[in-house]
C-alpha cells in the first residue's frame, strides 16, 4: 500500500512514516501544499492521511486533488484542535474515512490504515 503523508511538522510525519513504513507500507511524506500536489501529480497513491491545519493553508484543495486524481482514495484527517468535531470534515471531504486527533499512537493510524485499504490488493492497480 502506497500512502501518502501530508503534515507540515516534519519531525512528526517522519516519525510516521518510519512507523508505517516498517510496518510494510510505502510512504511518501509532503509537508506543504505544493509538496502534496507534486506527489500525487507524478506518483499513485492508494491512501492519504492529512493534516487539517496547514500553515499554507490547502487541506480543502489537496483532499479535492487527491480524490480527483484518485477517485476512490482513502483520506485519513488528522488535526489537534476540535473545530471539526461536529463531524463536518465528512460533508467537506466525500473521501474522507477517519478523523484522528493528535496526538496519538502510531498504531492506531496503522489500523486505521488497514481498515481503509481495499480488501482486494487487485483493486488498487484498477484504478485509473
Not at 49 to 57: A, Q, S
Not at 117 to 128: C, F, I, M, Q, T
Request: aromatic share 8%; charged share 25%.
Amino acid at each position: 500500500m502506497r500512502v501518502l503523508i501530508v503534515e507540515h511538522n516534519e519531525e512528526l510525519g517522519l516519525i510516521w512514516s518510519r512507523f508505517l513504513g516498517s510496518r510494510g507500507l510505502t510512504v511518501e511524506l509532503a509537508t506543504s501544499q505544493k509538496d502534496a500536489i507534486a506527489n500525487m501529480r507524478f506518483n499513485e497513491f492508494d491512501a492519504l492521511v492529512l493534516e487539517l491545519v496547514l500553515p499554507d493553508g490547502g487541506a480543502i484543495a489537496i483532499s479535492d486533488y487527491a480524490t480527483y486524481r484518485f477517485p476512490d482514495i482513502p483520506i485519513i484527517t488528522v488535526t489537534s484542535g476540535s473545530f471539526f468535531s461536529d463531524g463536518s470534515i465528512f460533508q467537506l471531504m466525500p473521501n474522507a474515512r477517519g478523523l484522528m486527533r493528535t496526538p496519538f499512537k502510531p498504531d492506531d493510524l496503522a489500523a486505521l490504515l488497514e481498515h481503509c485499504s481495499p480488501k482486494d490488493e487487485g483493486a488498487l492497480r484498477k484504478r485509473a
